[in-house]
């Protein structure tokens, strides 16, 4: 509606039908900019997001578990640029006094090789002849490619004239009878697969360039064998893991071929590990062709413990079933650092000081025990985290529907119960960061592998995964730990089994 040029020739009633029409539409205005400033708040906070996803630091990323390879070239880069300035500085100006480089000392085991640096001649130009006074020694690391040697087994046959019977002693029990490889072949075959991230063709590769060329296909027989052979003892290992009160519960997408099909879909691995506070240091992969909830639910069976995971509804059905729910404090805290960063949100800032202050008691309580840890939370965690309670409620009711800021503050105060409940049981952690970190490797070789080949690939990788990362839970170096198991698992009970896992496993040397 337009308003007339000379308000003087309307009348009362006509006046105020105008005033009301004019207020009308800038009520709807109003409401059309602030419509448009939530959505221009919203989009400028994905986009911030997004380029943090791609151009961020890792700690702060979405998807902590995406590590890139451009890591590497970065490192290189810098390097490069570093050493051409260190160049460019030594061109123009006088060199600064070098400090001397502060590295560790080559390990003294490593064979060594002298080489002598000496005057071409041991008279002086004037004539005189040199003394020796002295020495300075500088050491370099050399490598050379893995060297393989024999193992000749030789069997004596012994017969007796008397009654002509022939003794000979047995072969002994190996991972694959009648084959080429010792435990310790085999053992280095897997590290580099799941530990290293090299795949079998350059495997194939490096053992030719040694003089031993062994098929990509052969290799791929072994390593099959010895995730057969090696189930055993992650059944036994799952058996303890469901023992415990408290687990640990995340998942990551890993491309699975497609049987069939020349292309990919998306599979699941599954990781459940004990806590930092239990005694038994343990992770059990479970590989899955998807994300539904029927898979937690069959790995976990009957147990109705405590399960620290976040807010994923996989695990919803299993909260029905009696499992208690754990929130992870650390993935409430990450949407808010996410908002800080994208709009440099003074609420998000609020928030991430206020839990901040939660960690700080985190750290406090470390080492301390289970009741003592609990007590110490009750006293100094349970006030920071009402205030944070209430904080949170009462921003809420400042902010607009569907904002950025509306949906972090949502997240947490729709899980408080799950995220709070952490206050009432010393032996229950603060988040969920543990099970993240031994899930890393399989984000790392994803870059290396691309796929897994079959849902049978994937599971036999989550069985050799389990005990490689349960080795270095327990502070044994996986090589060793895994050649040893190889070479004792043939002749080994089943009711010792136990003594082959990674935290009860010592070695027989």
Request: glycine share 6%; proline share 5%; hydrophobic share 40%.
């Given at each position: ?9 309307l009348?009362?009633d006509?006046l105020r ?7 009308s539409?800038v009520?709807?205005k109003?409401?059309?900019l602030?419509h ?12 911030a ?11 702060e990323?979405l998807?902590?578990?995406?590590i890139s390879?451009?890591?590497e ?22 060199p600064a006094?070098?400090k001397?480089p ?5 390990p ?10 000496d005057?071409?001649?041991e ?9 020796r ?6 050491e ?7 060297v393989?040697?024999?193992?000749r ?7 007796c004239?008397?009654?002509e019977t022939?003794t000979q002693a047995p072969?002994?029990?190996?991972i ?9 072949l085999?053992?280095?075959?897997l ?8 795949p079998?063709?350059?495997?194939e590769q490096?053992?030719a360039?040694?003089g031993v060329p062994?098929?990509?296909s052969?290799l791929?027989?072994?390593?099959g064998i010895?995730?057969v052979?090696?189930q055993p ?10 023992d ?10 890993v491309p699975?071929?497609a049987?069939g099909?020349?292309r990919?879909h998306r ?5 459940y ?20 909830g029927?898979h ?6 009957e ?10 509804s996989g695990?919803k ?15 409430a805290r990450?949407?808010?650092v996410?908002l ?15 839990i901040?202050?939660l960690?700080?008691?985190?750290r406090?309580?470390q080492s301390?025990s ?5 007590r110490?939370r009750e006293?100094k965690a ?6 944070l ?5 009462a921003?809420?009711e400042?902010?607009p529907n569907g904002?950025?800021?509306?949906k972090?503050l949502?997240?947490?105060?729709k899980?408080w ?15 969920n ?8 490797p399989?984000a790392l070789g ?6 897994a080949?079959?849902?049978r690939?994937?599971?036999?990788a989550a ?15 996986p ?7 190889l ?5 080994q ?11 009860h496993?010592q070695?027989?040397d």
């Open positions: 509606m337009n308003a007339p040029s000379d308000l003087s020739q009348s009362p006509q039908h105008l005033a009301a029409t004019l207020m539409q009520e709807e109003d409401k059309a602030r448009s400033e939530q959505v221009n708040q919203k989009l400028t906070y994905e986009l997001l997004l380029k943090r996803h791609a151009f961020g630091k890792r700690s990323q998807n902590v578990l995406q390879l451009l890591d070239v970065v490192d290189a880069d810098i390097a490069a640029i570093e050493t051409e300035l260190e160049d460019l500085n030594s061109t123009s100006t006088s006094p070098k001397a502060k590295r560790a000392p080559l003294p085991e490593l064979p060594r090789t002298e080489i002598r640096h005057p071409q001649s008279h002086c130009a004037c004539g005189c002849k040199l003394r006074i002295g020495e300075e020694v500088s370099k690391l050399d490598y050379t490619p893995g393989f040697h024999v193992e087994h030789i069997r004596g046959k012994w017969v004239d008397q009654c022939l072969m002994p029990a190996q694959i009878d009648k084959g080429i490889p010792t435990a310790g085999l053992a280095q075959v590290i580099a697969k799941y530990a290293d991230h090299l079998l063709y350059r495997q490096i053992f360039r040694a062994i098929p990509r052969t791929a027989e072994w390593v010895c995730g052979r090696l003892l992650i059944d036994a290992l799952r058996d303890l893991l469901l415990e009160p408290v687990l640990h519960a995340d998942e990551t997408p699975m071929l049987p099909k020349k990919t599979a699941y691995l599954w990781a590990a004990t806590t930092p506070y239990a005694g038994l240091k343990a992770v059990v992969y479970d590989f899955s062709e998807g994300r539904g029927q937690a639910r069959d790995f976990l069976g147990w109705l413990g405590k399960l620290v995971c976040d807010d994923y695990y059905q299993s909260f029905a079933n009696g499992v208690t729910e754990i929130g992870c404090i650390a993935h990450r949407k808010f996410d800080h960063v994208a709009g440099k949100s003074q609420i998000a800032g609020q928030a991430i000081e206020l901040g202050q960690y700080q008691v985190e406090e309580a301390l289970a009741d003592e840890r609990q110490l006293t349970r006030p920071i985290a009402d205030a309670h209430r904080w949170m409620l921003h809420r400042k902010v904002s950025a800021t509306a972090a949502d997240y947490s105060l899980r119960a799950a995220l709070k409940r952490y206050l009432d049981d010393g032996g229950l952690p603060i988040d960061n543990r099970v993240e970190n031994l899930i890393r399989w994803r870059s290396n592998w691309l796929f080949g079959s849902l690939s994937g599971q036999r069985t050799i995964m389990s005990l490689i990362q349960g080795a270095k839970l327990n502070g044994h170096e090589y060793a730990y895994l050649k040893d198991v070479e004792r698992l043939p002749t009970k089943a009711s010792q089994l136990h003594e082959l896992l990674p935290h496993w070695h027989t």
